[in-house]
């Protein structure tokens, strides 16, 4: 199975700082990467796909990268609404994997 | 509206079985695959088992292999996951998930239904 380790596992940021959360994949997986938003007590919800490409209704403060293997996710002016947990998963190959979750907080 | 509602949930003894439903609607569900992923209290997110859009073909996590079973009824728009010999282990919110036409991401997720395996 591939592996998707995601980093850093906790992250305190203040409104309107960017952010940056990072993913990375055991073996090549292409732009088969995803990223989705939990909020607390909520299911996920899918942010990005295609390692780059923003899901419909999804701001424009938030951003996806690929370099190589390594995968980023940026919000560029943190808002309150985007406290939660986010998570990436591979969508290369079966089973789909998803990363540890990056717990994100308001500093 | 794509709409995802899974019911069937609660708390039931560890080797005893457990079945979950999830009614969709705003879609034609005959057309889509379909999935359920986990979330044990506290924890990440774990792919449980898929089912192609006519169900012929399915496939399931290392963890529940054996033991659970995914199904599903077009002329329901519903989505099964009969869970048996459950352990201790298996204690997760359980969701119900849509992939978009030939991906392995999810776009559509349901709201969750809660398993607890105790006696």
């Known amino acids: 199975d591939i592996q998707m380790t995601q980093s850093p596992a906790s992250l305190s940021a203040s409104l309107e700082e960017i952010v940056t959360i990072t993913c990375q994949a055991s073996?090549?997986?292409?732009?088969?990467l995803a990223w989705y938003q939990q909020k607390p007590g909520k299911s996920p919800q899918l942010l990005i796909y295609?390692?780059?490409s923003l899901a419909d209704g999804v701001p424009s403060r938030f951003s996806g990268s690929r370099s190589g293997t390594q995968y980023s996710l940026k919000i560029s002016r943190l808002q309150v609404e985007d406290i939660g947990i986010y998570y990436c998963?591979?969508?290369?190959?079966?089973?789909?994997?998803f990363g540890g979750g990056t717990k994100l907080e308001l500093k | 509206e794509v709409q995802l509602v899974e019911s069937g949930g609660g708390l039931v003894q560890p080797g005893r079985s457990l079945k979950l439903s999830c009614a969709a609607s705003?879609?034609?569900?005959?057309?889509?695959?379909m999935a359920w992923v986990r979330q044990a209290p506290t924890k990440g997110l774990e792919w449980v088992a898929s089912?192609?859009?006519?169900?012929?073909?399915?496939h399931y996590g290392d963890s529940v292999k054996g033991r659970f079973t995914i199904s599903r009824d077009n002329a329901k728009s519903t989505l099964y996951l009969q869970m048996d010999s459950l352990r201790s282990e298996d204690t997760a919110t359980y969701y119900c998930?849509?992939?978009?036409?030939?991906?392995?991401?999810?776009?559509?997720w349901g709201q969750g239904v809660m398993v607890t395996v105790s006696s």
């Open positions: 998930a849509r992939p978009p036409h030939n991906n392995r991401y999810f776009d559509y």
């Open positions: 705003g879609f034609t569900f005959s057309d889509y695959n």
């Open positions: 089912i192609s859009y006519g169900g012929s073909n399915t």
């Open positions: 073996q090549d997986i292409g732009n088969w």
């Open positions: 295609g390692a780059t």
């Open positions: 998963q591979q969508a290369s190959s079966a089973p789909p994997t």
